[in-house]
């Protein structure tokens, strides 16, 4: 079954670091561009970074550039998202998408408050 | 990279059909035809209606349709179901590999 399973989500105070995992089951990571999307709870999708298949063209969005990084292992089949200097503003549910199409994760949630 | 502008809220009864439209500009939505559309349920992932500009994945029924003019594109929704009632998002790709979400559309069948 293709799956994606976010983790690592939780409560940091503001200046901290968090890595965000999304383990893939069924397909490789590694043929596929992979996305991070953001999602204040009740609040609109916002794209955060992509991964191409390539491993190295990378994007971010302006709101995270430079303090977020995004890395794939292809031996463990698995997308990070490095996340440092957290804001209160970067308090939402991750989701990591395979090629922005059918197959999303269920989303963790992460916490930027004192 | 401004979110794309979609109305906050669209509704129709059931069988009607309603539209909802998606704008950008030149530098996502108009320039190319990567306009994505998708569908979220309460506490759900977002799940993918339509792919560059007007596909359907399979298992996504006819009833959903998308389409592009200029910087607009459009999801239209035909025989309103119960069911549909989610929110729906547009997504475009906006160049030097981002992209970029709509503000959402909350759609009410009455």
């Known amino acids: 079954e293709v799956q994606l399973v976010e983790s690592g989500g939780d409560l940091v105070q503001p200046g901290g670091s968090l890595r965000l995992s999304c383990a893939a089951s069924?397909?490789?990571?590694?043929?596929?561009?992979m996305h991070w999307v953001r999602q204040v709870p009740g609040k609109g999708l916002v794209w955060v970074s992509r991964?191409?298949?390539?491993?190295?063209?990378?994007a971010y969005a302006d709101s995270v550039k430079g303090r977020f990084t995004i890395s794939r292992d292809n031996a463990k089949n698995t997308v990070y998202l490095q996340m440092n200097s957290l804001r209160a503003e970067d308090t939402a549910i991750y989701y990591c998408?395979?090629?922005?199409?059918?197959?999303w994760g269920q989303g963790t949630m992460v916490t930027v408050s004192s | 990279q401004s979110a794309l502008t979609q109305p906050p809220s669209a509704s129709g009864s059931p069988g009607q059909s309603v539209t909802i439209s998606c704008t950008g500009t030149s530098s996502d939505v108009g320039g190319y035809n990567y306009v994505y559309w998708y569908q979220q349920h309460p506490g759900k992932a977002p799940k993918l209606l339509i792919y560059d500009v007007s596909k359907r994945p399979s298992g996504v029924p006819d009833r959903f349709s998308g389409s592009k003019s200029g910087n607009t594109a459009s999801l239209t929704v035909s025989g309103l179901q119960a069911g549909d009632e989610a929110d729906f998002y547009c997504c475009s790709y906006a160049g030097s590999n981002t992209f970029v979400f709509g503000g959402g559309t909350k759609l009410t069948v009455l």
């Open positions: 991964i191409k298949s390539d491993g190295t063209t990378i």
């Open positions: 069924g397909f490789n990571v590694n043929g596929y561009s």
């Open positions: 998408a395979r090629d922005l199409t059918s197959v």
